[in-house]
């Protein structure tokens, strides 16, 4: 409601969100119990609305926090400042780390929802850059992200459309010239004729799974792609790329 509150008045240019992330809280957890985690929570709650009397506090999920004041007391070296000693849990001292995600009220138009979802934002691309950062939300995350959506439905209907395809780069024997193996590559090819760098959708479908079943598709083709070359006379090895999400998979090795 405060958020809300905040974001339609005319003081947004002076406000600033922020979302703290207890770091390593679940192994805190496994190794020293629920109850011990619980008695942290209410030792950080205790700190931070003790230290910053005049901002809002509030525990948005599990282990991360919410805080909204003026821009001048809440910026990252403050709230990290606010955690340099330890805490006292259970007659233990505790010291943690965060990470924190910042958000200028001015950069967003919407609700406090939506205010909260930027600070999310900057939190995952703080968490992506290195525990115990920080990251201010920019409108160029927003935008990047929607794009990044955009090619992963792309990315899906054009494996469901058959839009991906193989080409296979030669490996050449360099005493005599003669080829010796191919290495598959993957390539897309969008509906406009254009090609989609591999760089851009092959970390996005690391990243949502999908490379899985891409994976498994490459190597059929592959196989397929090799013994077409057999049968024409051509005994020479194909070469595929795997990756680390695949060798994970239970089924791999049954696989290939």
Same mark, same amino acid.
């Given at each position: 409601?405060?958020?809300?509150?905040?974001?339609?008045?005319?003081?947004?240019?002076?406000?600033?969100?922020?979302?703290?992330?207890?770091?390593?809280?679940?192994?805190?957890n496994?190794?020293?119990?629920?109850?011990?985690?619980?008695?942290?929570?209410?030792?950080?709650?205790?700190?931070?609305?003790?230290?910053? *009397?005049?901002?809002?506090?509030?525990r948005?999920?599990?282990?991360?926090?919410?805080?909204?004041?003026?821009?001048?007391v809440?910026?990252?070296?403050?709230?990290?400042?606010?955690f340099?000693?330890?805490?006292?849990?259970?007659?233990?001292?505790?010291?943690?780390?965060?990470?924190?995600?910042?958000?200028?009220?001015?950069?967003?138009?919407?609700?406090?929802?939506?205010?909260?979802?930027?600070?999310?934002?900057?939190?995952?691309?703080?968490?992506?850059?290195?525990?115990?950062?920080?990251?201010?939300?920019?409108?160029?995350?927003?935008?990047?992200?929607?794009?990044?959506?955009?090619?992963?439905?792309?990315?899906?209907?054009?494996?469901?459309n058959?839009?991906?395809?193989?080409m296979?780069?030669?490996?050449?024997?360099?005493?005599?010239?003669? *080829?010796v193996?191919?290495?598959?590559l993957?390539?897309?090819?969008?509906?406009?004729?254009?090609?989609?760098?591999?760089?851009?959708?092959?970390?996005? /479908?690391?990243?949502?799974?999908?490379?899985?079943?891409?994976?498994?598709?490459?190597?059929?083709?592959?196989?397929?792609?090799?013994?077409?070359? /057999?049968?024409?006379?051509?005994?020479?090895?194909?070469?595929?790329?795997?990756?680390?999400?695949?060798?994970?998979?239970?089924?791999?090795?049954?696989?290939?």
């Amino acid at each position: 409601h405060d958020l809300d509150e905040r974001v339609i008045s005319g003081h947004k240019a002076d406000t600033t969100a922020a979302l703290i992330d207890i770091d390593g809280f679940a192994e805190t957890n496994d190794a020293l119990g629920h109850e011990f985690g619980d008695h942290l929570l209410k030792a950080v709650a205790e700190r931070l609305t003790t230290q910053l *009397p005049e901002c809002t506090v509030a525990r948005i999920a599990g282990d991360t926090f919410g805080v909204l004041g003026e821009a001048a007391v809440v910026t990252p070296v403050a709230l990290s400042l606010l955690f340099n000693d330890p805490f006292l849990v259970d007659e233990h001292e505790l010291g943690i780390t965060t990470t924190q995600g910042f958000l200028h009220l001015d950069e967003i138009n919407g609700s406090g929802g939506d205010a909260l979802k930027s600070a999310s934002i900057a939190l995952k691309r703080a968490k992506q850059n290195h525990r115990g950062e920080y990251s201010f939300f920019t409108r160029e995350m927003d935008i990047e992200i929607r794009e990044r959506v955009k090619l992963l439905h792309a990315l899906r209907s054009a494996f469901d459309n058959e839009r991906l395809f193989l080409m296979y780069q030669p490996q050449v024997e360099l005493a005599n010239g003669l *080829p010796v193996g191919v290495e598959a590559l993957i390539r897309w090819r969008s509906d406009d004729g254009r090609f989609v760098p591999p760089d851009r959708f092959i970390p996005l /479908a690391e990243h949502s799974g999908l490379i899985v079943g891409i994976g498994l598709w490459v190597l059929r083709m592959a196989c397929h792609e090799q013994a077409r070359l /057999a049968h024409a006379g051509f005994n020479i090895r194909v070469a595929i790329n795997v990756s680390v999400a695949q060798f994970r998979h239970p089924e791999f090795i049954e696989t290939v």
